[in-house]
T-cell receptor, first 114, second 110 residues
């Protein structure tokens, strides 16, 4: 079974530029998560989808971050414009519906804003 | 805002020693998970606990869920260099939002 796919693996941009990340979850998984992980810290949930609806986006900086999950399958996360403090690893995860289910993670996209 | 506090934040011990890391919250959660993350990779699930007071063992790792379901611990016996990594607890709160703890970075010295 294929895992969660993310691209790109690495991205370097200048501040005020825009960037987009892509995630393809495990087939059949209804729930998709985007996390931001600052070096040495635990992942911080940015947005959680259930199929193509948003379950939680309370920690998504909506003035610059946006995410969509069209057709309830793959998802994109965009930052526009980027700030230096956005430098982090962006992790995508998916799980089948329901609590206590395992979240499967992709390898992440390491973003550096200079 | 992180609702799950982990301690210690960093831990470096010699191979063969035992250790315990903790995950605490002021809120009750319906289930709690422990993940391990290695550099350049996403977190990987180790265990899920759902019942207050539950104890689960995974080889040299012992996981305990507090009776009040507000805390958990991970105990490693006879640590090995392969145990090195970032250990994360995670829980579902309220509307099934999956929240991670602050993490414990463990280094086992050969």
């Amino acid at each position: 079974e294929a895992g969660v796919a993310q691209s790109p693996r690495y991205k370097i941009i200048e501040k005020r530029q825009s960037v987009a990340f892509w995630c393809n979850p495990i087939s059949g998984h209804a729930t998709l998560y985007w996390y931001q992980q600052i070096l040495g810290q635990g992942p911080k949930l940015l947005i959680q989808f259930q199929n193509n609806g948003v379950v939680d986006d309370s920690q998504l900086p909506k003035d610059r971050f946006s995410a969509e999950r069209l057709k309830g399958v793959d998802s994109t996360l965009k930052i526009q414009p980027a700030k230096l403090e956005d430098s982090a690893v962006y992790l995508c995860a998916s799980s089948s519906a329901g609590q206590a289910t395992e979240a499967f993670f992709g390898q992440g996209t390491r973003l550096t804003v200079v | 805002t992180q609702l799950l506090e982990q301690s210690p934040q960093f831990l470096s011990i010699q191979e063969g020693e035992n250790l315990t890391v903790y995950c605490n919250s002021s809120s009750v959660f319906s289930s709690l998970q422990w993940y391990r993350q290695e550099p350049g990779e996403g977190p990987v699930l180790l265990v899920t606990v759902v019942t207050g007071g539950e104890v689960k063992k995974l080889k040299r790792l012992t996981f305990q869920f507090g009776d009040a379901r507000k805390d958990s611990s991970l105990h490693i016996t006879a640590a090995q260099p392969g145990d090195t990594g970032l250990y994360l607890c995670a829980a579902h709160f309220g509307n099934e939002k999956l929240t991670f703890g602050t993490g414990t970075r463990l280094t086992i010295i050969p």
